[in-house]
């Protein structure tokens, strides 16, 4: 029970504590990681417009440097110049197009002429290799002589290290006469877009098929950039390298896409470090449950189990047990409750066992007075034929009614009918009116439908006796008379007499039950005691002096018959075993 | 009583492990990040297998992308590595090209091939054309003598196969391991075949390897670099490496054999099963087209197959007998193998 109740706690504790902690656990850690999500998608978003905006504002700058070249008149007429002075004079055009404040270190510029040979260049040391026409960014400058055409230089023939090419081609009355190409390398991307990145996140720049214009560092070390081609070739996820997100960006007018690589700060080194720390406060949520649940436990049951303690001394017979809780609470009522229980239990169990004690010694007395009753029967039977047998009539009635009454007094039965009792009395009196020369007379009335009532045995003896004794000892004319009648469902019987009345201090005493007093009137009180001890106090014994003269004492019982005796005598018979 | 409370413990517990189930999934769930890309449409795609270096294939398959607007995906390897992929796929590649590789190799597979003719097939070198057109020649590939001009006068350098055998070249030749580099085993293949007339196969191999004195370089890169550097006086390459490195400035010059200058060619060919047909055969088109096959003689040091094209035209050249080369590979290498082992160990 105290176990079941225990663990019973614990794992409410636990059940509770554990839902909210995971749940809330759980809540947190995916909140957590969707708001880093949300917020380097945003920032991600953010670095991608901002690095198209800065090679949007270059490839315009350069843009409008190649349109500065393409109109310039000293530059398209030195194509085919062999004279050194105007090729100075279009490389001094050329510089002062191509060097501005926007791009200090600019892209490389170079002017070709129709058959793709070289023929002016920014750069230093140039080799001014030759392109072929046929083939890559000539071919399609060629293509599209009224635009700027920005292609992927990584593969081209001859690029060196150049990343990008921007080129149109010069038109003179509808034929190609030569290009313009800006040569943008590596090295003035990573300048472009070195804030952007700022070095801490892999950066791609792709073409419209996906293949690799430039690469960070970083993305190059792990060939990103054909990660990235796979994936869209294929449009699979298995390449995905682990704790990194790509947000790209798509530069339609230029045909390019721009990947932003961000290792996750909310990593699955995180995540899981994360769930561990939540399963380490689940494991602290038992220990604290079991804490709890213990001292919880001990606290509900420390009353109940010294109750249990309180009980079982009472169970073996210590009714002074006393737990006198000071506890407010529930537990604290129920220790109260249970000190006035045993209080109270205590206080029956001593009236009863005193009743106990008193019965038994009424049965003492009796069994005392009831000494050789055989012998004495026998004799009285004996006396009685004799007398017979020689004529004396007084004998013979006194000794087979003092036989009677001895029979009556020596049974078994404690319950008689009222009839019984009635003739019993009779009998006494019989034998009396001899003693006393007829010197009183008795008379009985009893209703016929009280005759079968039961009543305790030689009750009316006792009283009829002391009416005879006491109340008419010196008067000739006495008279007894009994009258039986129900009143309330009580059954009265009352023994009056015209002798001399009992004195006040006699009647008190009776009245009030005084044992020691009435030490002189033992049968008196032990019919009183008798009938207390069977119905309860009550009923009993009552007298009083009638005006007229004399004594009434009334007796009162309860109207019991047959049937309902069956009860009575177990109840009679076990309190006798006892 | 007390079993009911275990039973409906049991219950919670149970109702616990799911919960917290549940919301392990739907962390794991919000892990996922699907980006969202479109892929490009089948009919715009095409996979090849090449087993050309990036400085080649690369150019030619960005341009060919930006032409026809098809998405290209690549997977580089060695030659056999691809040749063995596409046999061990029979049929259920992924890939639609095989591009590069010697001829020779590619005629051994010819049956994981499709076969097609391109429109320029008229143009096409025939001598090493394949008979039922399972592959198309793609460029030449002369091999060559290479020597270094501060070591070797131009008038001692060897101009036959035969005189690479001199004492004089003795541990002077660099040259690589024919087992590893295929350019090396068309080269020894070549120069068994060249003196069949006069020695047996082991007797060249023998005569070879003894000048050779157990010293090979890493690879047919290193040849070059072995000549250039001075390490080597003479070696034996392609022309490709050789006229790459004397463009870079290098101090070589290539001897052209005598009657015996070998070009095997190196093609493509459409894989059986390919998936996206009709731009593999656009593929096809295009690498014989006249602006690769210009691209090859102008910019990467290779000569064209078209017999239109003058690069494609090599004095002195020698039909190279594939067939032979094929079915004499193992006796080739394992005299290879023993005199390669003798020399070494005379070194030891």
Redesign the interface.
């Known amino acids: 029970m105290k176990r079941s109740f225990k663990t019973e706690l614990f794992f409410s504790f636990l059940f509770i504590a554990l839902i909210t902690l995971l749940l809330s656990g759980s809540f947190l850690i995916s909140a957590v990681q969707q708001k880093t999500e949300y917020d380097y998608e945003k920032k991600s978003a953010q670095q991608l417009q901002e690095a198209e905006e800065v090679l949007e504002r270059f490839f315009g700058k350069t843009e409008q440097i190649i349109k500065g070249i393409l109109n310039d008149k000293r530059i398209t007429e030195s194509l085919h110049e062999t004279d050194s002075w105007a090729v100075k004079k279009a490389y001094n055009r050329l510089f002062s197009l191509a060097v501005t404040e926007v791009t200090r270190d600019p892209a490389v510029f170079r002017v070709y002429d129709e058959s793709g040979r070289c023929v002016l260049s920014t750069a230093e040391a140039d080799q001014m290799e030759s392109l072929p026409v046929y083939w890559g960014i000539l071919k399609e400058a060629m293509t599209h002589p009224d635009q700027v055409i920005l292609h992927n230089a990584t593969y081209e023939v001859n690029s060196k290290d150049a990343a990008i090419y921007m080129a149109q081609a010069m038109v003179s009355d509808d034929s190609c006469i030569g290009f313009v190409i800006a040569d943008i390398s590596d090295r003035k991307l990573e300048e472009i877009l070195k804030e952007i990145h700022a070095g801490e996140s892999e950066m791609v720049v792709l073409d419209e098929f996906w293949e690799e214009i430039y690469s960070t560092e970083t993305a190059g070390q792990i060939d990103l950039a054909s990660v990235l081609h796979r994936q869209k070739f294929y449009g699979t996820q298995e390449t995905r390298k682990e704790d990194f997100t790509y947000y790209t960006r798509e530069i339609p007018d230029r045909g390019l896409h721009l990947v932003i690589g961000k290792r996750d700060v909310f990593s699955d080194s995180l995540k899981r470090t994360m769930v561990l720390v939540l399963f380490a406060l689940a494991g602290g949520a038992l220990l604290l449950s079991f804490i709890v649940a213990r001292i919880l436990s001990s606290r509900l049951m420390s009353p109940l189990e010294s109750l249990t303690e309180a009980m079982g001394k009472v169970r073996e017979g210590d009714l002074s047990v006393q737990m006198n809780s000071s506890r407010p609470d529930e537990f604290g009522q129920l220790a109260r409750d249970f000190d006035d229980m045993t209080k109270a239990l205590d206080v029956y169990v001593k009236l009863r066992s005193k009743q106990q004690q008193e019965l038994s010694d009424s049965n003492i007395a009796m069994m005392q007075a009831q000494l050789n009753p055989h012998f004495l029967y026998n004799t009285l039977d004996s006396i009685k034929w004799i007398a017979k047998a020689n004529h004396v009539p007084e004998l013979a009635t006194l000794s087979s009614s003092l036989a009677k009454i001895l029979r009556a007094s020596i049974s078994a039965d404690i319950f008689v009918p009222l009839s019984d009792e009635i003739s019993l009395v009779n009998y006494y009196v019989d034998i009396q009116r001899i003693r006393f020369s007829d010197k009183f007379s008795f008379d009985a009335e009893v209703p016929m439908e009280l005759e079968d009532v039961i009543v305790p045995k030689l009750i009316l003896q006792p009283i009829v006796e002391n009416a005879i004794v006491h109340g008419l000892k010196d008067r000739e004319d006495g008279y007894i008379f009994l009258n039986v009648y129900e009143q309330d469902k009580r059954l009265i019987i009352d023994v009056e007499d015209n002798g001399c009345g009992m004195d006040e201090d006699m009647l008190q005493t009776l009245n009030e039950r005084d044992r020691e007093k009435l030490k002189g009137h033992i049968g008196f009180y032990n019919v009183d005691t008798i009938i207390r001890l069977h119905y309860g106090l009550n009923y009993g014994l009552h007298a009083r002096n009638l005006k007229e003269g004399g004594v009434r004492v009334t007796v009162e019982l309860p109207v019991r018959r047959a049937e309902n005796m069956i009860t009575e005598d177990q109840n009679a018979e076990n309190s006798g075993d006892r | 009583?007390?079993t009911r409370?275990q039973k409906q413990?049991r219950r919670?517990i149970g109702l616990?492990g799911l919960?917290?189930a549940g919301?392990?999934v739907?962390?794991s769930a919000?892990?996922q990040?699907?980006?969202g890309?479109?892929?490009?449409a089948a009919e715009n795609?095409l996979v090849v297998y090449t087993a050309h270096k990036e400085e080649i294939y690369?150019?030619i398959?960005?341009?060919f992308?930006?032409r026809s607007g098809i998405?290209?995906?690549v997977v580089a390897g060695g030659t056999n590595e691809m040749l063995q992929q596409i046999a061990s796929e029979n049929g259920q590649s992924g890939a639609d090209i095989m591009f590069g590789g010697g001829v020779d190799s590619l005629q051994a597979y010819e049956a994981y091939f499709e076969p097609y003719v391109t429109a320029q097939d008229e143009k096409l070198d025939p001598a090493y054309a394949s008979p039922d057109h399972a592959y198309t020649v793609f460029s030449k590939l002369p091999t060559v003598f290479v020597y270094n001009t501060k070591l070797v006068l131009p008038s001692g350098a060897p101009r036959t196969w035969q005189q690479l055998l001199e004492y004089q070249w003795e541990g002077n030749i660099a040259f690589a391991d024919p087992e590893k580099s295929g350019s090396a085993y068309t080269a020894l293949s070549i120069l068994v075949q060249r003196l069949n007339r006069e020695k047996t196969t082991e007797e060249a191999v023998a005569a070879f390897t003894k000048n050779l004195a157990g010293d090979l370089s890493d690879g047919s890169n290193t040849i070059v670099e072995d000549v250039a550097s001075g390490k080597k006086m003479i070696g034996i390459t392609l022309e490709e490496t050789a006229l790459k490195k004397k463009a870079a400035g290098a101090d070589i010059e290539m001897i052209y054999p005598r009657q015996a200058t070998c070009a095997v060619p190196d093609g493509g060919a459409i894989i059986k099963g390919a998936a996206h047909r009709e731009n593999a055969e656009k593929f096809m088109e295009f690498i014989v087209s006249?602006?690769v096959q210009?691209?090859l003689e102008?910019?990467?040091y290779r000569r064209s197959v078209r017999t239109d094209f003058s690069s494609s035209e090599i004095a002195d050249e020698m039909r190279y007998d594939i067939a032979y080369s094929n079915t004499h590979r193992e006796e080739i290498l394992q005299a290879w193998d023993s005199y390669m082992g003798q020399t070494k160990r005379k070194d030891e």
């Not at chain 2, 890309?37 to 490009?40: K, V, Y």
């Open positions: 009583m007390i409370w413990n919670k616990t919960l917290f919301l392990l739907l962390l919000c892990a990040n699907e980006s890309e479109e892929t490009p795609r690369k150019p398959i960005r341009e992308e930006e998405w290209v995906d006249d602006d210009h691209l102008d910019q990467l």
